[in-house]
């Protein structure tokens, strides 16, 4: 990794490499943080065995790093990070968890919970790399309170054999999120599930999903948004079917409890044009690069 004496937290297999502290943030790993501070025991309930506390208390102007590797064989992890923002504070992170080499046969599991204190804006950029028999499952709950806003960014185009992802976001009185899921599939079970909560007056959120399913992979995915107060949401499922032999679910729900409330969603599945992929064999290009040509157009859109 480049430049990890200013990464804030960088752990490969079960080993912490680097924690950097900027001022005005606390940066542990959990299971220290567990032990120190009170509250984060009424946050977490049990004590955690791996993984990163990160505690913003200061704006910065530069974005905060983590990175948690897989650079061994059979390697299996079981983190518990912790991100909170007090309030009023601008940030935004850069969490990046990958396999180092192919074909490790690795575990990684992780939940995470972020807090967002009442007027924070956050950027969370969360890319995941990983290799052809990895195993993955990522657990994340957003809590965004008032007045909060949230972009959510999970980028995935080297894909595991299993992929079990899940999200949460419960936002409160004019919290806002924004979700972005990229996910490219190949040789993959990929399993979705993100879920809003709109429980707050004018709260909103919009949620897309740009799903890519290539050579024998299925991908499953379900999005759902809860309104519970007045608020608005909309769902936007994307996705783009490569090889006859992958498959795609797309599975939207909306669920309105509350008269005032305004949530939409749209959906759908296509595969690629033969008039645009001739377009671009003639013009040079093998099938392969015209394939990937178009996908990467398709998730960059």
Same mark, same amino acid.
Request: glycine share 4%; proline share 3%.
């Given at each position: 990794?480049?430049? !990890?004496?200013?990464?804030?937290?960088?752990? !490969?297999?079960?080993?912490?490499?680097?924690?950097?502290?900027?001022?005005?943030?606390?940066?542990?790993?959990?299971?220290?943080?567990?032990?120190?501070?009170?509250?984060?025991?009424?946050?977490?309930?049990? %004590?955690?065995k791996e993984g990163y506390f990160i505690w913003v208390k200061k704006t910065i102007n530069l974005p905060l790093e983590a990175c948690v590797s897989i650079a061994s064989l059979k390697i299996?992890?079981?983190?518990?990070?912790?991100?909170?923002?007090?309030?009023?504070?601008?940030?935004?992170?850069?969490?990046?968890?990958?396999?180092?080499?192919?074909n490790l046969y690795a575990t990684h599991k992780a939940k995470g919970k972020l807090i967002l204190k009442e007027g924070v804006f956050l950027e969370y950029n969360h890319i995941h790399k990983?290799?052809?028999?990895?195993?993955?499952?990522?657990?994340?709950?957003?809590?965004?309170?008032?007045?909060?806003?949230?972009?959510?960014?999970?980028?995935?185009?080297?894909?595991?054999?299993?992929?079990?992802?899940?999200?949460?976001?419960?936002?409160?009185?004019?919290?806002?999120?924004?979700?972005?899921?990229?996910?490219?599939?190949?040789?993959?079970?990929?399993?979705?599930?993100? &879920?809003?909560?709109?429980?707050?007056?004018?709260?909103?959120?919009?949620?897309?999903?740009?799903?890519? @399913?290539? %050579?024998?992979?299925?991908?499953?995915?379900?999005?759902?948004?809860?309104?519970?107060?007045? @608020?608005?949401?909309?769902?936007?499922?994307?996705?783009?079917?490569?090889?006859? &032999?992958?498959?795609?679910?797309?599975?939207?729900?909306?669920?309105?409890?509350?008269?005032?409330?305004?949530? &939409?969603?749209?959906?759908?599945?296509?595969?690629?044009?033969?008039?645009?992929?001739?377009?671009?064999?003639?013009?040079?290009? &093998?099938?392969?690069?015209?394939?990937?040509?178009?996908?990467?157009?398709?998730?960059? %859109?």
């Open positions: 990794m480049k430049n !990890v004496k200013n990464v804030n937290f960088w752990q !490969v297999n079960h080993k912490i490499k680097n924690i950097f502290e900027r001022r005005g943030v606390k940066v542990l790993p959990s299971p220290k943080a567990w032990e120190k501070f009170n509250w984060v025991r009424k946050i977490l309930k049990e %004590k955690p299996s992890q079981n983190l518990t990070n912790l991100l909170v923002i007090e309030k009023g504070i601008k940030a935004k992170v850069n969490a990046v968890c990958n396999a180092t080499k192919n990983w290799g052809e028999k990895d195993f993955v499952s990522p657990d994340y709950e957003f809590v965004l309170e008032k007045n909060s806003r949230l972009i959510y960014n999970y980028q995935n185009l080297f894909p595991p054999e299993n992929l079990e992802l899940k999200t949460a976001i419960h936002s409160e009185k004019n919290a806002s999120s924004n979700l972005n899921f990229v996910i490219n599939s190949l040789n993959s079970k990929i399993k979705i599930k993100d &879920t809003v909560f709109l429980e707050g007056k004018n709260s909103q959120t919009v949620v897309r999903l740009k799903l890519v @399913g290539r %050579k024998n992979s299925q991908i499953e995915a379900m999005s759902q948004i809860f309104a519970e107060a007045p @608020g608005k949401g909309h769902l936007d499922c994307q996705g783009l079917l490569v090889d006859k &032999t992958a498959k795609i679910s797309l599975i939207p729900q909306l669920v309105c409890q509350n008269k005032e409330a305004q949530i &939409t969603h749209e959906a759908s599945i296509g595969k690629i044009s033969e008039e645009e992929l001739t377009y671009l064999r003639m013009r040079g290009l &093998t099938e392969k690069e015209a394939i990937d040509l178009i996908v990467a157009g398709f998730l960059e %859109k």
